[in-house]
């Protein structure tokens, strides 16, 4: 169960290549990514305490780490020890599995089709309460408009 002494760690990563599928059985139908190859861009620990189980972990910027995203259609939570546990993150392998609902899951979906020059992060909230794997107990989709560079120099933005 979560604990107010938790310590927190908060990584984000620029989103890489996408591969997407969709799996239809009897139980119904789910949507998956794979999103390979994204760049460490910022790893931070929030820890009040100076023995942090966090601190040994170190993710170096420009290292590469595979997100395996799943569409999960049920309500509740998937680890009854740790309800607010969405997913895991193995560091020693370098990949994380994270268990989203659909109106979550969606705009990830949309932006693995998009063709646009726009950049796309994901921030993973981590805690460290097993040894095998870090905890994902927040994700955090961000979509940013590029930088007009034209307008910067003076010109005018469609010239």
């Known amino acids: 169960m979560a604990s107010k002494d938790d310590d927190v760690g908060f990584l984000r990563?620029?989103?890489?290549?996408?591969?997407?599928?969709?799996?239809t059985s009897a139980d119904g139908v789910r949507r998956e990514l794979e999103i390979s190859s994204c760049p460490v861009a910022?790893?931070?620990?929030?820890?009040?305490?100076?023995?942090?189980?966090?601190?040994?972990?170190?993710?170096?910027?420009?290292?590469?780490?595979?997100?395996?995203?799943?569409?999960?259609?049920?309500g509740g939570g998937i680890w009854k020890e740790e309800p607010e546990k969405i997913g895991g993150l193995y560091a020693d392998r370098g990949w994380a599995e994270i268990f989203l609902p659909p109106h979550s899951f969606a705009p990830i979906w949309s932006a693995a089709e998009a063709t646009d020059t726009f950049k796309r992060s994901i921030e993973l909230e981590l805690k460290a309460?097993?040894?095998?794997?870090?905890?994902?107990?927040?994700?955090?989709?961000?979509?940013?408009?590029?930088?007009?560079?034209?307008?910067?120099?003076?010109k005018p933005p469609h010239a």
């Not at 990563?13 to 799996?23: D, H, K, M, P």
């Not at 100076?50 to 170190?58: C, F």
């Open 13 to 23: 990563v620029q989103l890489g290549r996408f591969a997407r599928c969709t799996i």
């Open 129 to 154: 309460r097993h040894p095998e794997a870090l905890s994902v107990t927040k994700i955090i989709f961000f979509e940013a408009m590029p930088e007009d560079t034209t307008a910067l120099e003076g």
């Open 42 to 74: 910022d790893w931070k620990v929030i820890s009040l305490l100076d023995a942090s189980k966090l601190r040994k972990y170190s993710f170096s910027k420009g290292k590469l780490l595979d997100l395996y995203l799943k569409e999960r259609m049920s």
